[in-house]
């Protein structure tokens, strides 16, 4: 079975530039999650998704950070415009009732 | 606010030494309870879960945990550690019975493990 696949794995900006990080998660998983991971922390959720509804994005940045979902499947994060402290790394998760199974995750430098 | 308090933030030991890392979380109802590894230059991996039942629960690579309602906690133990245990591992919960919540993790505890 495939893991959950995240893109890039890097990704260097300046501050007040745009990017975007691409999630695709394990088949099937109808719940899928951004995580946001500091240096030093453990990972904390930015949004929760079930299928393409948000069911939880309490500690999303919205005036910065959106995230959509559109067919259930595949996920984009994006954040405009990138502030230094949104240097971390994102993870995304899929999970069953089983558990949440994460992908390598994006490592984000804002310069 | 609920949250997951891992003890130590940096743990040294030696081949063979035994491990044990303490976990505790703030919240009163139904929670459900893991401990991810996460290897160097590896993504976050599942140790072992706790759902229901017997509140000692055997997960990968010889790790194993328990569950002590009473104190909130569930401590990580490993009778013999080996050089490749070296990693960081978080200690996770989530609430309520369907267990698709969002997880909270604790700061992690990394591992080092001397040959």
């Known amino acids: 079975e495939a893991g959950v696949a995240q893109s890039p794995r890097y990704k260097i900006i300046e501050k007040r530039q745009s990017v975007a990080f691409w999630c695709n998660p394990i088949?099937?998983?109808?719940?899928l999650y951004w995580y946001q991971q500091i240096l030093g922390q453990g990972p904390k959720l930015l949004i929760q998704?079930?299928?393409?509804?948000?069911?939880?994005d309490s500690q999303l940045p919205k005036d910065r950070f959106s995230a959509e979902r559109l067919k259930g499947v595949d996920s984009t994060l994006k954040i405009q415009p990138a502030k230094l402290e949104d240097s971390a790394v994102y993870l995304c998760?899929?999970?069953?009732?089983?558990?949440?199974?994460f992908g390598p995750g994006t490592r984000l430098l804002v310069l | 606010a609920q949250s997951v308090s891992q003890h130590n933030h940096h743990v040294i030991l030696s081949e063979a030494a035994s491990l044990e890392l303490g976990c505790n979380y703030s919240?009163?109802?139904?929670?459900?309870l893991f401990w991810y590894v996460q290897y160097p230059g590896q993504h976050l991996q599942l140790l072992l879960k706790y759902f229901s039942g017997d509140p000692l629960v055997k997960g990968i690579k010889g790790f194993e945990a328990e569950f002590i309602k009473s104190k909130f906690s569930f401590n990580l133990r490993k009778p013999s550690v080996q050089w490749s245990d070296t990693a960081e591992y978080f200690c996770?919960?989530?609430?309520?019975?369907?267990?698709?919540?969002?997880?909270?993790f604790g700061q992690g505890t990394t591992l080092q493990v001397k040959p």
């Open positions: 998704f079930q299928n393409n509804g948000v069911v939880d």
């Open positions: 996770a919960v989530t609430h309520g019975s369907s267990n698709t919540g969002k997880l909270i």
């Open positions: 088949s099937g998983h109808a719940t």
């Open positions: 998760a899929s999970s069953t009732r089983l558990g949440q199974y």
């Open positions: 919240y009163g109802g139904t929670v459900n």
